[in-house]
C-alpha cells in the first residue's frame, strides 16, 4: 500500500500565509462551500454528490429480514462506508483507517442516533418480519470534505428512496413490486448535514469545507451536524489545536445557515426529479390507455 | 425512565444525591505500575480507569519508526475488561466506538505534548476500562494526563475533561432559559440526557475536545460549555493535587 | 446492438479513469499507477498488478474475488509489466448500477457482468496512459435451447430468451487472439466454436469474408456494432481531445 502523498513544506506555508492575507486557493470566502452538485440516478435512492472536484454516491437498498430481539419494532438501517482504492491509492480494502472510521462513526451519529430515519416504519410484523435498508457510500473522489459531502450524499438518497408497499393480513405479509403499487417514500424525521471548520494560525482563522490541501495543513477540524430546525445532532472535535468556546458556539450559527441553504438545495433538486419522473409517469398512463 | 426527572425539579438533587454542579468522587493514583514508563489509575465515580504509558521508545514496526515530521507519533489503545459494563461481554478490538476514542485520545494528546521534542521515536498509551460508569471518554483523558505526568513527557498543560448535560425542565421544554445544566454524568442520566464531553487546556478556556453525540436545541449549548468548562477547571485542580501529593513523597 | 457508452478521464484523484455504460451496467474504473508497491507484493522483474471489484451494495464477496482473478489474470497478459519493474498499478472498479432484471435471469451473474468489466479495466488503463501489449474486446453470447444465439444480449433479451443452453464470454485480443473464455452450461465443441466464430466477427475487425451475422433477436449493423470499430473511435476521441492544442492554431 502506497502512503499518501504528503504536501510539501512550501505548499504549507505558502496556503497558511494565504490564510492569513485572507484569501483562500480557490479564492473562496472563509465560509462558502464548494459548488455543489447533486444528481439522482434512474433507480430510486442513488445520489451522486459532487462538491468541487470531490465526488460521493450514495445507494440505498432494501431487503426483509427479521428485526433483533430486543427491538421487536424497529427496522433495521445500517450505512456503510468502505473506502476503496478509487479516491485515493492509500486506501487499502479491508484495512480501515482512522479516516474512514471517524467518517462512518460521524455519520452513524449523525444520522441513525438522531433518528433522522424513523425506523419503526420499516417494520412489517412486529418481531417477525421488517425491511433492512441499507445505505453504501461510495467515495469515487477524494478532494477534501468527505464527511460533509457523505452526509448529504445518504440524506439526499434517503429522501430519494421509494420503498416497495406491503400488504399484511394477519400473520402473511406481502411486498407488492412496484408494478402492482406505487412505492411510498421513507418516513423522514429530520435532515441532519454535516459542516466541517477546519481552524488555522492556532485556532484564529477556521474555513468552511476545506479541500484536501487545506485539510492536511489545518490544526483542528470540529465537525457540526445540525438540521434546519435549528437542533445540533452531533459535535465532534477530536483534539487538535484549542478553540475558544465562543467561537465553537458561533460555528454552530454559521453551520445552520449552510444546514438551510443545503437542505433547500436538495430539496429543490427532489422536486425537479420528481417533476421529470412525473412527466414520464403520465405519458406512460397515457400510452397504456391508448393502447387499450 | 432511569433518571426521574420529576423529583429531580423538586429537590435538585440527583439520582446519586448530588447538585447540580457537584463532580463524583474522584480518587487518583500516579505511578501504580512499576514496569510501565509513566501510569495511573483514576476513579470517577464508579468509573474506573487504569492507564499505563510506554515511551518515548522505538516504534513496534522496524519499518517505520516513530512519527514523521520530525516529532514522535502517539499511539493509544483502548482495552475494555469483559466485567467493565452491565453485559458480561467481551468486546472485540476492533469496535468502531474505541477506535473512535482511540483516535479522540491520540489527536487530542497530539495537540498538547512536545512531540517535537522527540522525533523518529513513539509514545504508546494503553488505557484499561476496569469499569464504566458514565463519562468513559472524559476519565480516559484525565487518567491519560497522570499517566503521561508520571512518564515524565513535557506537555503544556493540563489536559482535563469532564461531562455537562442539559436537562430540560419537563414543564418548560421549549423555553430556552429554563434548562438546567448537570455536571459529571453517571450511566443513567447519560442515558436520559443529552450531553457532552468537553477537554480543556489547563485552566483556560480554551476547547481542546468537544464531543457530543445526542440531539439538542443549540441555544442550550452554551450552558452546557460553560458548565463542562468550569467543571474542567475543577477537575485540574483535583489532578494537580494528586500530582503534587505524589511530588511531596520526594521532598 | 446497442454500443457502449463511454466517459474517460473524468475523476480528478485517480491517474486513469472511465465510466462505461451498457445495457444498463454502469461501472466506474480507476487505475493508479504506476505507484509505490508495498515490499511485500514487490516483483524484481515486474509490475504488481492489483484488482479490486467493488459491488453497487454490499461488500466484497467471493463473486467479487472470483472476478478479480479472472481479470487479474487476463490483464496481466496485455500490460507491459515488465516495462515498469517493482512498481503497482492499481485498477479499481466500482459497479455503479446493474439492470434491474440481472437477478430474474438466472445466468451466472459473474458472466454477464465480466465483458462489461473487462472494457472498463481497459479503458481505465488507456486513459491512465499505462503500457499495453494489445487492446482486448470482449461479449457475451448466449445460446437458447431453442432459437439461434443472442449476442451481447440485454437482460430483458435473457428472460424473453426462454432456457438456456449455454453462456459464453469471450475476449479477444487485438491480433484476434482468443484471450479468454468462460462458459457455463452444456455444449459441444462444435456449438462452442461456432459461438467463438460469431463473438470473433463482431469483437474483430478488419478480418475479410467473414460470416455476415442474420438477426435473429438482434438487429445489428456489422460495421456499427463492431467492438473494435468502437473502441477505435473513443482512442481516436481521447487522442484528438488530448492533441487539441496543436490543432488550436
Known amino acids: 500500500m502506497p502512503r499518501e502523498a504528503e504536501i510539501s513544506l512550501n505548499e504549507r506555508e505558502f496556503i497558511k500565509q494565504a490564510l492569513q492575507e485572507q484569501i483562500r486557493l480557490d479564492n473562496r470566502a472563509f465560509d462558502a462551500f464548494r459548488k455543489l452538485e447533486l444528481t439522482f440516478g434512474e433507480e430510486y435512492g442513488v445520489a451522486d454528490v459532487q462538491l468541487g472536484k470531490t465526488r460521493v454516491i450514495a445507494r440505498i437498498s432494501i431487503d426483509v429480514t427479521t428485526p433483533l430481539p430486543e427491538r421487536k419494532f424497529d427496522g433495521v438501517f445500517q450505512i456503510f462506508t468502505e473506502f476503496s482504492p478509487m479516491a485515493s491509492p492509500a486506501f487499502e480494502v479491508g484495512r480501515p483507517t482512522d479516516a474512514e472510521v471517524i467518517l462512518s462513526r460521524i455519520l452513524e451519529k449523525a444520522i441513525r442516533r438522531s433518528n433522522a430515519l424513523d425506523t419503526e416504519s420499516l417494520c412489517i410484523i412486529a418481531g417477525l418480519k421488517c425491511f433492512a435498508l441499507r445505505a453504501d457510500v461510495h467515495i469515487i473522489d477524494h478532494d477534501g470534505g468527505l464527511i460533509d459531502a457523505s452526509c448529504i450524499a445518504v440524506m439526499a438518497a434517503l429522501q430519494h428512496f421509494r420503498r416497495p408497499d406491503v400488504l399484511v393480513e394477519g400473520e402473511r405479509a406481502t411486498i407488492l413490486s412496484v408494478r402492482e403499487r406505487e412505492p411510498i417514500p421513507l418516513s423522514i424525521l429530520h435532515q441532519p448535514l454535516c459542516v466541517t471548520f477546519s481552524y488555522f494560525a492556532e485556532g484564529e482563522i477556521f474555513l468552511v469545507d476545506a479541500n484536501l490541501a487545506e485539510e492536511q495543513v489545518r490544526n483542528a477540524e470540529v465537525i457540526v451536524t445540525m438540521n434546519r430546525h435549528g437542533e445540533v445532532c452531533q459535535i465532534a472535535k477530536y483534539g487538535g489545536v484549542t478553540v475558544n468556546p465562543l467561537a465553537m458556539l458561533q460555528c454552530t450559527n454559521v453551520a445552520l445557515q449552510k444546514v438551510k441553504e443545503m437542505s433547500k438545495f436538495i430539496q429543490q433538486k427532489l422536486d425537479e426529479d420528481a417533476k421529470r419522473r412525473d412527466a414520464g409517469g403520465l405519458m406512460a398512463e397515457l400510452s397504456a390507455e391508448n393502447a387499450r | 425512565m432511569p433518571l426521574d426527572t420529576s423529583t429531580y425539579s423538586l429537590a435538585l438533587l440527583r439520582l446519586d444525591g448530588r447538585r447540580w454542579n457537584e463532580l463524583r468522587r474522584i480518587h487518583a493514583q500516579i505511578s501504580t505500575q512499576a514496569a510501565a514508563d ?58 468502531k466506538r474505541s477506535k473512535e476514542m482511540e483516535h479522540c485520545v491520540k489527536s487530542a494528546f497530539e495537540g498538547v505534548l512536545l512531540l517535537h521534542l522527540f522525533p523518529h521515536s513513539t509514545i504508546t498509551l494503553n488505557i484499561h476500562i476496569i469499569s464504566q460508569d458514565g463519562s468513559l471518554l472524559a476519565a480516559c483523558i484525565n487518567a491519560s494526563t497522570l499517566a503521561l505526568i508520571d512518564a515524565g513527557i513535557p506537555m503544556t498543560d493540563y489536559l482535563v475533561a469532564c461531562t455537562a448535560a442539559s436537562s430540560a425542565s419537563s414543564t418548560a421544554a421549549d423555553n430556552a432559559s429554563a434548562d438546567d445544566p448537570l455536571l459529571d454524568l453517571n450511566t443513567l442520566e447519560e442515558q436520559e440526557l443529552p450531553f457532552l464531553t468537553v477537554g480543556t487546556l489547563g485552566d483556560s478556556d480554551q476547547v481542546a475536545v468537544c464531543v457530543m453525540e445526542t440531539r439538542v436545541r443549540m441555544e442550550r449549548l452554551e450552558g452546557m460549555l460553560a458548565v463542562g468548562i468550569e467543571g474542567c477547571k475543577r477537575m485540574r485542580g483535583i489532578l494537580d493535587g494528586v500530582v503534587k501529593g505524589y511530588g511531596k513523597r520526594f521532598g | 446492438m446497442a454500443v457502449p457508452e463511454v466517459t474517460l478521464t473524468h475523476l480528478n484523484r485517480a491517474d486513469g479513469s472511465a465510466t462505461y455504460t451498457h445495457n444498463g451496467y454502469s461501472i466506474i474504473g480507476a487505475v493508479n499507477g504506476p505507484i509505490e508497491v508495498s515490499r511485500r507484493d514487490e516483483m524484481p522483474e515486474e509490475a504488481t498488478l492489483e484488482v479490486n471489484v467493488r459491488p453497487a451494495v454490499g461488500v466484497g464477496s467471493p463473486k467479487e474475488r472470483h472476478l478479480e482473478s479472472l481479470l487479474h489474470n487476463t490483464l496481466r497478459s496485455i500490460i507491459l509489466t515488465r516495462m515498469m519493474p517493482r512498481t503497482l498499478v ?32 481497459l479503458l481505465a488503463l488507456l486513459s491512465a496512459s499505462i503500457p499495453l501489449l494489445t487492446t482486448l474486446t470482449s461479449l457475451l453470447i448466449a445460446v437458447p435451447t431453442s432459437s439461434a444465439p443472442i449476442i451481447s444480449p440485454t437482460s430483458t433479451e435473457l428472460l424473453r430468451a426462454g432456457p438456456l443452453q449455454a453462456v459464453h464470454v469471450f475476449a479477444f485480443a487485438g491480433d484476434r487472439r482468443l484471450l479468454l473464455n468462460e462458459s457455463d452450461g452444456a455444449f459441444s465443441y462444435d456449438e462452442w466454436e461456432e459461438a467463438c466464430e460469431m463473438a470473433e466477427e463482431v469483437c474483430c475487425s478488419g478480418g475479410e469474408g467473414g460470416v455476415k451475422l442474420e438477426g435473429e433477436g438482434m438487429d445489428v449493423d456489422a460495421q456499427d456494432g463492431n467492438l473494435e470499430e468502437w473502441l477505435r473511435g473513443v482512442v481516436r476521441r481521447k487522442v484528438d481531445w488530448e492533441q487539441r492544442w496543436k490543432k488550436g492554431t
Do not use: C, W
Request: proline share 3%.
Open chain 3, 90 to 121: 492499481q485498477i479499481t472498479l466500482q459497479v455503479r448500477s446493474l439492470p434491474e432484471e440481472d437477478e430474474a435471469t438466472g445466468v451466472n451473474s459473474t458472466l454477464t457482468i465480466l465483458p462489461h468489466l473487462l472494457h472498463t479495466s
Open chain 2, 38 to 95: 509513566g501510569s495511573s489509575y483514576l476513579e470517577m465515580g464508579n468509573t474506573k480507569i487504569l492507564v499505563s504509558v510506554t515511551g518515548p521508545a522505538e516504534g513496534r514496526q522496524s519499518g517505520q519508526r516513530g512519527g514523521s515530521g520530525g516529532q514522535a507519533k502517539v499511539e493509544v489503545e483502548i482495552n475494555f475488561a469483559g466485567f467493565s459494563g452491565m453485559e458480561r461481554r467481551r468486546r472485540g478490538g476492533g469496535d
